[in-house]
């Protein structure tokens, strides 16, 4: 039994309107934000110090995290790394245009922040390294991580150019820019740090919300091809009703494994699971609204999908 009702309209032309202008207006707001605001970008696009601790036994980031805070070091990120004995803490640097001052800072920011961490734990605590990262390096990961993106969109538009037809491909690849672009304008707008871990969740989103995307393709597809007596509009209606179930289910038991992930992954993944959040509950919309609208304005119809008549074979004259 659907847990929701199978005759929702969704592709009248007023409802058309009503989705076009939503989109409209956070495509507008998310570029705006971007804009105007600057992305706080985190110590993996940026110069920073990196320094690995070890403990003798199982510690919580989050824990020393407030110990650094509490020693003056507000803009600490500390993460688990390896095990879940050692830990990586970034810490900024003052930028230098000469790399061995800038590295001897880094070593003595190390040794100071060692010096706290031993004062606020009552196990002793091994520093295992700690190394300078030039700006050059953030640049070069921002670069890479922008060219993953367009990658990314590009394979993604290629694929379904291939498994459905160019418009399907056209229709995906706007939804996903769609999808990009107003969480990125979330993450702008709210001043979210922006660091590897968001661009991961970026890259997840464009993958899951292609999943949505490509389940309602393959069923719009299906259908353009046994209801050949019918218009494009119900076609597609009918697709939508018929995976709305199924892609309401899928979201909402995703986004509660991500507010779960929020409330008790801590603040090193806190713009990860945010960025999701916001990810996949765009992303649903995207795919039960967006998607086939913009198969709408590209024309999209039964001819488009039909399948090729083999020389020689007789056409099926049933309707």
Known sequence: MALIKSDIDFMSARKRRITGTISAVMLVVAILSLAINRFEFGLDFTSGTLIEVGYPQSI???DVRQQLISAGYEEAVVVAFGS??????????????????????????GNEVLVALQQASDVPVEMRRSEY?????????????ALALLVA????????????????????????????????????????????????????????SLNDTIVVFDRARENFRTMRSTDSEFILNTTLNQVISRT???SLTTLLALFAMLLMGGESIRGFAVSLIVGVSVGTYTSLHISCNFLMYLKIDKEDLAVPIKEGEEVDSLP
């Open 84 to 109: 879940d004995r050692d830990l990586l803490v970034r810490l900024p640097v003052e930028e230098s245009a000469d790399d061995l001052a800038a590295a001897s800072a880094a070593s003595s920011l």
């Open 153 to 208: 969109l590009g394979i993604v538009m290629l694929y379904v150019a291939v498994r459905f037809q160019y418009k399907f491909a056209v229709a995906s690849v706007a939804a996903l820019a769609h999808d990009v672009v107003v969480v990125l304008g979330i993450i702008s707008l709210f001043q979210l740090t922006f660091d590897l871990t968001v661009l991961a969740a970026l890259l997840a989103v464009i993958g899951y």
């Open 60 to 62: 919580n980031p989050e």
């Open 248 to 250: 309401f289910v899928t």
């Open 133 to 145: 990262v030039g700006p050059k390096v953030g640049e070069e990961l921002a670069e890479q991580g």
